[in-house]
Structure formats: structure tokens, C-alpha cells
């Protein structure tokens, strides 16, 4: 039977709506999940009229003896734990196939809570640890170990309750033919260090497992992702878990210690028992435990028992083992060896009759299994979707989802599907196994340092490494080259998403101004003048005939108009007076006061004259030292620093 892609509504299931009574006592109804080791069905304990879920083992298993009878083993030793965060079970008996009767709960699993919600905060991890570690706590009392714990094999009641699922499932997986000796059963993510090595689960590995569950619902991601299963188990091998802290910061330095210890390499390093780590969980939280009722609340109940069906359980080759890949393929593939015939040849009729009511019976069980419990579905284009979206309509056609790959993509959100395998218009059985690749989102990086650099260098790094979208600036800077980054946001070594917006400022090197001109004004409007231009005056004076006002700007040493570099000195001319004057009168004056009446304005030259002769008549000007007469004349225009000879007697 065939069912539309995911995302079209499903036709009932025809055969599924015939009432069957397993048992005697147990009413079947519609099919709630398929997987690769059975099929469970929603029914009724019409005993203790209580609502039930009918867990039945595929047919290809049940042929491997080995199976059924560890099949039915694991189910009576995990009906011997009864503890109020374990799905109970309750029945379990072979009719055409093994089967088990299990509690039925209505609630989503951790999974699907990460999926539509995201991480949780550190008090509602502390509300579903606890209560695990009390329940692995109690089954590893009576020899129980779990063996696949993972957030699949965790329920969340109604009541927002968490119930541990699965014991002793991959114990089971074990001891199928499909399995190779000496390979690893279990989800790879959850593995501990030990079993990748072939050595036999532990408690400890199971508190391994547990504080990886941990790290997942406060960080929202797997701590050593890897593209294959097997590199994946390698990863927890080798390498220790990183803090829970690094990806989400309201994490505590006390609860990154608590996941260090638990998901120590050594299990010798872990905490003695799971016990112990829940106390320790709860002395790290600030908050008492925040209850997750409200997280499984999306408007709909959601039916999930078991629900390591909806999700991958690998069987990986451990280290000791010797067979290939390729081997280990073939023997999947490889049927069964026949057992030679033998020949009773006066029991024929009896023979025949064996053989017919066998193969009636494997008729059944097989058209059972694939009539009511394997439709096919028609897988539809899945990529461009959120991630919660898509998983929840792939797990509600019963199949299971496998994140085979995580990209960083600029131009798709974190959280949408890039990819997938099969691709769309694939015929799927339930149970079958789709593989997603999902977005990153852009990848954070520490903002590289740019600053002082020149921008030619830096572009390509900036633009096409990073793809950063860039908003250019420019100005000017007096002692920054031309085209070297003067600024850039976000600063140097923080976050920063690629393909975001990234802001540089170039320099355009030092200013170029224009020179004012500046002659005939005053030598203070020319000093304003100039440094409004961000240029420097340098000042000298002279005498100037054409400019005779002191303090008039006579000269500039760089010519009006021209373009030069700010901050460049431009030197100055300025008028100290006239460089003409008239020669004062100084006759009649003492040789000092001549002195003294042209000092700064000309040089003085001294000529005595001896006494004067009686034909000559009187003195005209007066006694010894004093001014006879001058040259040049009172009255003559000579220019500043020229000579003026005066006369004088002195005594004979």
C-alpha cells in the first residue's frame, strides 16, 4: 500500500481498521511507528481496559532464532524494572511473530522537543536529567543495563514527566545475522570511548551517553559531529567533549564541569554511579528544575512509543574487527545458509504437511507485515524547509530521519534543509531511513584585523573569503597612506557572521588645499586665513615703499590658488613702514642728539671740522660738538639704512 509524500494527508489504513485480538486479550489498532526491528501498533487491553502499545518483531528477524529468544529475554528483564520514568511493559508472547506489550504514552520525545523548540535552559535540563539518572540508577541496581540512551529513547508525558525507552533494544541488535562480530551497536553520537574499542557496556557507559544527552538539550547540537557514523565514533574515541558553555553561554563553569566528568574518556574518571551525577547536575543549576510540560505543547497529541524506531540505531565495526565495508554489505545482503534436505522417505506425507502449515504461517506473517504494517510512501522535494517541519511530517508517514551532513551556507538560515537522500519521487518503505542536510547558516569567525593595511591587500580576504557585503567609507588622514584602512566594524578578533555587513573606512591620504591670496591685507587676516585651511604662516618683515602701512602682508611664498598639502608652512611677507624717507634737520643739534633723531632709519657718519678761520665770519650754528651742517640737505628723500654725514667743530 501506498501513501503521498509528506506533507499531502495520508488515506486510512484499510486493513489496519479490521478488529484483531492478539492474544486473546489485546485489541490492535492503527499502526503508531515502524523501524528497522519491528512495528508498533496502538491497542486496548480489553482485560484491564487500559490504553496500550503492541510493539511486534519484524519477520525477517523473527527468522533468526537467536533473535526471538533474546527478543523475548530483554523483555522480561526490562519488565522486571518497574520505576515511574521507564515506560513499563507489561506482556509478551510470540503469536505469528515476537511481540511485547508496552505502556502507551502520548507525549513527544526529546528529539521532537529539540526539533520544534530548540535548547532548553539549564533548570528544564536539570527537570529531565535528574529523573533519568534515578531511573538508570535503578536499573543498573538489578544488572540493567540501557545501552542506547539518546534523546529518541527519552518521552515526555503529558504531565511533562520524561520516560526512558528501549532497555536492552541494542543488546538485541546484536545478536541479529545482520550484524556483524565484533562491530559496536548504538546511536554514534551516545557512544562511549570504551565501546568503540569493543569493550562490553558498562553503567558508565550509559552516564556517558546520558551527559551527551545533557550537552544536546542545553547546546542544540551534537558535541563531535563528523560526515560519517564511523568518523563520528572515532571523534568520541579521541576526543574529549567540548564545554557546553561554548555554544550556549547562560551554562555554568559548575554544570561544563559536570558534563567534563560524565563524558570523561577514561570511565574510571566519570562519576562513581548515574546517581551521582544527577546530584551533581543539581548542585550546579542556580533554579530548581523548570517543569517541560509547556514544550511538548504544539496542539496536538503526539503518539510515541519507543521511539529509537524513528531514529537510526548503527551498527558500527569496532576496532578489532578485520571484515571490510564492502563485506560486511554482502553479508547483509547475503540469505540466509539453507540447511542441506533431509530425506525421510517413509514420513512424505508428513513432510508435506509441515511444509504447508509452515509456509501459511510465514504467508501470514508476511502479509501481516506487509500489507497493514509497511506502506510505502512518496518521498516529495524536502529542501528549503525548516528542519522541525520536515522531520515532523517524515516520522508521521513512519520514516526515519538521519542528519548525514551540517553545511555553513550564506545564503540559507541555520535550521533549513539543503539536501537530501533519497531524492524527491522515491518509493520508501516505512521504517526507511531519509538522510538530511541541513544549514548552518553563515559561519561566526573572529573578525580579522584590517586596520592600517592596504585596502588592495586586504579586499579579496574581505570580499570573497568571507563574502562580507561592504560599506566603504573614506576621509582624509594626515599621516595614513592613500588607500590604507583607517577604521573597520566590528573591531579586530570579534564575532562575526560571514556574508555580513562589514564597515571599512579608507584613507584618501592628507587633504589637499587651495592658498589663499593674501597680499595687501593684514598680516593677522592673512594668519586666519591660512589656518583655516589647516596651512601653517611663517612670518618675516621688510621695508616696502608700496605697502608703507606696518603690518600689510608685501609677499607670500606660495602663489594664490596653488594646491598643497595641509599642514604645509607658507611663508609671509609683511611691511614693517616705508622704506623712503626725508632726512631730518639736525643742524644745531649735539652730535648725540643727531645720533639719536635718525637711529633705525639711517646710518650716521661723523666728520669733524677744525676751528673755523676769521675771514669766515661768526659761527652760524654754535659752539664745539655741535651739528654745523649735514649731507645730504634737511629735506632730501633718502631710503632707510642709507649714510648721513654731519658736520661738527671740536675744540683745537
Request: hydrophobic residues 40%; negative net charge.
Amino acid at each position: 500500500m501506498s501513501t503521498p509524500a509528506p506533507g499531502t494527508s495520508v488515506p486510512a489504513d484499510t486493513a489496519g481498521e479490521k478488529t484483531r485480538i492478539l492474544a486473546g486479550r489485546y485489541r490492535l489498532g492503527s499502526r503508531i511507528g515502524a523501524g528497522g526491528m519491528a512495528t508498533i501498533l496502538r491497542g486496548t487491553d480489553t482485560q484491564m481496559d487500559r490504553p496500550v502499545a503492541v510493539k511486534v518483531l519484524h519477520p525477517h528477524l523473527a527468522d533468526d532464532p537467536e533473535v526471538r529468544t533474546r527478543f523475548a529475554a530483554e523483555a522480561r528483564h526490562a519488565a522486571s524494572l518497574s520505576h515511574p520514568h521507564v515506560v513499563g511493559v507489561y506482556d509478551q508472547g510470540e503469536t505469528d511473530l515476537p511481540w511485547i506489550v508496552l505502556e502507551l504514552i502520548d507525549g513527544p520525545s526529546l528529539r521532537e522537543v529539540l526539533a520544534t523548540h530548540g535548547p532548553l535552559d539549564p533548570a528544564q535540563v536539570l527537570a529531565v536529567i535528574e529523573p533519568l539518572c534515578d531511573a538508570l540508577h535503578a536499573a543498573h541496581g538489578i544488572g540493567l543495563i540501557h545501552r542506547d540512551v539518546k534523546p529518541e529513547n527519552v518521552l515526555i508525558t503529558a504531565e511533562g514527566s520524561p520516560k526512558l525507552a528501549d532497555f536492552g533494544i541494542a543488546r538485541v541488535m546484536a545478536a541479529t545475522s545482520h550484524t556483524a562480530t565484533g562491530t559496536l551497536v548504538g546511536s554514534v553520537h551516545y557512544l562511549a570511548p570504551e565501546l568503540v574499542d569493543g569493550i562490553e557496556a558498562t553503567p558508565a557507559s550509559d552516564q556517558y551517553a546520558l551527559a551527551v544527552v545533557a550537552y544536546e538539550l542545553l547546546t542544540g547540537r551534537k558535541p563531535l559531529p563528523a560526515d560519517t557514523p564511523m568518523a563520528v565514533a572515532l571523534r568520541h574515541a579521541n576526543e574529549d567533549v567540548p564545554p557546553p558553555s561554548r555554544y550556549a553561554p547562560e551554562v555554568t563553569p559548575a554544570m561544563d564541569a559536570v558534563i567534563a566528568r560524565a563524558t570523561s574518556r577514561d570511565p574510571a574518571g566519570r562519576f562513581p554511579d548515574v546517581a551521582a551525577m544527577g546530584r551533581a547536575l543539581r548542585e550546579a543549576v542556580d533554579s530548581p528544575p523548570a517543569a517541560v510540560t509547556h514544550l511538548a505543547d504544539d496542539g496536538q497529541m503526539h503518539t510515541l512509543v519507543l521511539p529509537s524506531e524513528l531514529a537510526e540505531t548503527s551498527a558500527l565495526p569496532t576496532r578489532p574487527a578485520r571484515r571490510t565495508a564492502e563485506e560486511d554489505l554482502a553479508a547483509r545482503r547475503r540469505p540466509a545458509p539453507e540447511r542441506p534436505p533431509r530425506r525421510w522417505p517413509r514420513r512424505v506425507g508428513m513432510v508435506l504437511i509441515s511444509l504447508v502449515v509452515l509456509g501459511l504461517l510465514g504467508a501470514g506473517g508476511w502479509l501481516l507485515y506487509d500489507t497493514v504494517l509497511v506502506p510505502t510512501t512518496i518521498l516529495g522535494d524536502l529542501t528549503g524547509r525548516p528542519q522541525a517541519e520536515v522531520v515532523a511530517e517524515l516520522q508521521a508517514v513512519d520514516l526515519r530521519v538521519d542528519i548525514a551532513e551540517e553545511e555553513h551556507r550564506l545564503d540559507v538560515p541555520a535550521g533549513i534543509v539543503t539536501g537530501q537522500s533519497p531524492s524527491e519521487g522515491t518509493e520508501l518503505r516505512a521504517g526507511e531511513v531519509v538522510q538530511l542536510i541541513l544549514s548552518l547558516g553563515p559561519r561566526v569567525i573572529d573578525m580579522p584585523d584590517v586596520q592600517l593595511q592596504p585596502f588592495a591587500d586586504v579586499e579579496s580576504l574581505l570580499r570573497e573569503t568571507h563574502a562580507f557585503d561592504l560599506q566603504i567609507a573614506e576621509e582624509h588622514h594626515d599621516t595614513v597612506p592613500e588607500g590604507d584602512v583607517l577604521a573597520q566594524s566590528p573591531p579586530a578578533g570579534s564575532p562575526v557572521e560571514e556574508g555580513s555587513v562589514v564597515a571599512v573606512t579608507l584613507s584618501l591620504g592628507i587633504e589637499q588645499v587651495d592658498v589663499p591670496d593674501m597680499v595687501g591685507g593684514t598680516a593677522e587676516d592673512a594668519t586666519a586665513a591660512l589656518e583655516a585651511v589647516r596651512l601653517s604662516p611663517t612670518v618675516t618683515e621688510e621695508w616696502s615703499d608700496e605697502y608703507p602701512e606696518r603690518g600689510t602682508v608685501i609677499a607670500q611664498g606660495v602663489a594664490p590658488a596653488e594646491r598643497v598639502d595641509a599642514l604645509t608652512q607658507v611663508p609671509l611677507v609683511v611691511s614693517r613702514g616705508p622704506l623712503s624717507l626725508q632726512v631730518p634737520d639736525l643742524r644745531g643739534m649735539s652730535v648725540q642728539q643727531a645720533r639719536d633723531a635718525v637711529a633705525g632709519l639711517a646710518e650716521v657718519e661723523l666728520v669733524e671740522e677744525s676751528s673755523p678761520q676769521p675771514t669766515l665770519g661768526p659761527f652760524t650754528y654754535g659752539s664745539v660738538n655741535e651739528v654745523e651742517r649735514q649731507i645730504p640737505e634737511p629735506g632730501t628723500t633718502i631710503q632707510r639704512g642709507d649714510s648721513i654725514q654731519i658736520f661738527y667743530f671740536v675744540a683745537s
